[in-house]
């Protein structure tokens, strides 16, 4: 314990100095003066210890002239040496103080010096907040330095002490490192997280120990370091979170992280794309692997000018291209030199193949809109011109002949139409089937009748086969019938007249195959694929330019629906084509007269004319409706509004009513419902016809005492054919 301000040492010195001299001179009277000098030599340790050598040595000198002045005869005298004895005492005291003096002063200096290292450990162990524990395994006491209170809330003067805090399966664990470090005789090392007694809080603690063994093998003693490494762990786990988002948006977002030297090669890269290993990448040139060897150039051109650059790239590798956008920064270190390129590569191949996916739908769009325009100006030229014809004839031949060019065109715009719906219902996913079992082999000979006219009128041939027995199919036989009809129509279209077409139905495993092969003009292979695309048209030479390239869409869509699968074959252009469609076979057979027509007992009109009531607001629709029913021998009233049809109904006393729904005011569905709630004429028969029909549609309808739904625009012959059924069957 050497005092430490060097000014205090001297008076401290000349202090103990006094209180030693008035000691001996208190203690002298009973030594009878023998032995002046002994008392001296504690004190002089103690100056040696504490003001180290300087006044020590002053001390000694002092001492030596006080005993000398107080106990040396002649006493008063300060250098009273008359004898040899005397001067042989002085000199021997000096020199046996002397020795004391240098000896305490040494052990002094070495007490201060462990003193300042205890220190600047202590220092140590705080800042890198830690404790080292030290442990005896005899007396089972465990000493340790630094602040265990501070960092754990407990002071450890056990092993127990040190487990406390922790879990019992880690104070388990530890335990177990323990024994085999005392068996091998080594190191140990664990980590693990402490509860603080005091608050509570968790310290994640870093143990590492060494076991020393005796000559027997046997622990005696362990010691080691115990760390607070709570800061390290959460900086860890935030670095690990973070790096782990970081990954997350890098994968997600299809991005290389890249790190290369100046010279352009790669040091560090991480989700490698295109297939390249991360090894293969390291120590490559930037590009070289892609065969793009000048990619390492723009790098080092990056690293003289100091630029950031961003660059779109399109490589190819393994046989696809990839469109890649490419940001590279050069980093300086200290000096400013640039060492290093910071990069990150985008692979954009998905998006850029969208938007051009999205560009070519859209020049589809446009050229269908086009088309559709064409398509829907063509026939009405030839109504137009029949309009004036029938204006001006005055023979019946000529009167013929302009209806049925209306008709005809008409037709074809109905048809046009009811694609283009058919179309928006396919892709807003609100398509229902009408499914049932039925047999295949009916739906493909309704299909055919369906397009006779048109393959007379082309003076196409077509033969058909069919397989003895029936093949069951659950499906809409309407929808079949569309999806053969717009089949066959295609054949007939792509065909120069005059044109052959083979129509086979058969069965094959639980499949049921249906295939339209015509000797037309062919479909070439690259061009096959998209033949089911929304708004294709092949503009192949010979083609007929009619249709709006909705047909084949809305087939696969319906196909598909029923759970099969249409495919098209063709050896290219010339060489004819061939559609198949396959369908699940049912697993039974379809109910008895399935598919057959109902047999209506037609009436005959001209025998008892039949009244019919036409409601509608459409002022031109009602009335031509009702000149069409009185030339086909009804009798035909019209009513422009719900409270109208309801007013005249009393005294019309129609059999039938057609009624339109979205009637402004009093809607169809009212005058119905009000229809069937004030008469009780079974014999009336409410047909509604309207634009809407769904299934929800045709509920409403009916719920509302409606006999039919008809979904516009109606064909003549169909209406007159649920009339004739309503009034041969009436409710
Ligand atoms: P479109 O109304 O134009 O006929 P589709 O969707 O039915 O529309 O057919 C799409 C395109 O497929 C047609 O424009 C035509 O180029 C081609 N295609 C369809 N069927 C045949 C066929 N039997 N022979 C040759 N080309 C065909």
Redesign the pocket.
Known sequence: MVIERLWFRWPVAALIFVAATWLNLQLQPALNGRAPLLPFFPSLVVVGLACGLGPSLAFLAAACLATLYFWVDPVGQFLPINSLADAAMVVLFLFAGALVASVSAWAGRLMQKERNSRRRLNLALAAGRMVTWDWDSVTGFATTAGGAKQLFGRSWSSMDDMLAGMSAPDAERFRDRYRYATESGGRFSFACPLTRPDTGETVWTQFDGYVSLDAKGRAVHAYGVAVDVTQQQEALRASQAAEERFHLALQSGKVMAWECDAQGRYTWAFNTPMGFSRDALIGAEVGSLVGEPEYAAIVREAVATGRTMNLAQQVSHGGRTYQLLTSLRPVADHNGEVRRVLGATVDVSELSAAQEELRRESQRKDAFLATLAHELRNPMAPIRYAVAMLRQSTTEAARAHATDIIARQSAHMARLLD?LLDMSRITRNVVELQRQVIDLRTVVKQALEAVEPLYKEMKHRVSLSLPPEPVPVDGDPTRLQQVLG??L???A???PEPGEVTVHVATEDDQALVTVT?K????AMEMQPQ??ELF???D?RG?AP????????V?RQLVQLHGGAIEVE?EGVGH??R?IVRLPLAPHGPAAHDGEEPDVEATDPAAAPVCVMVVDDNVDGANTLAEVLRGAHYRAAVAYSGEEALKCFERVQPRVMLLDIGLPGISGTEVARRLRSSTRREDLALIAITGWGQRSDRDATAAAGFDAHLVKPVEFSELERVMQQLLSEPR
């Open positions: 694609d717009n089949l129509d295609n054949a279209k792509y065909s015509d037309g003009i062919g479909i033949v089911f294709t048209r092949i192949s083609a009619s249709g709006l390239g909705i047909g084949l869409a087939s063709s004819g084509s559609f």
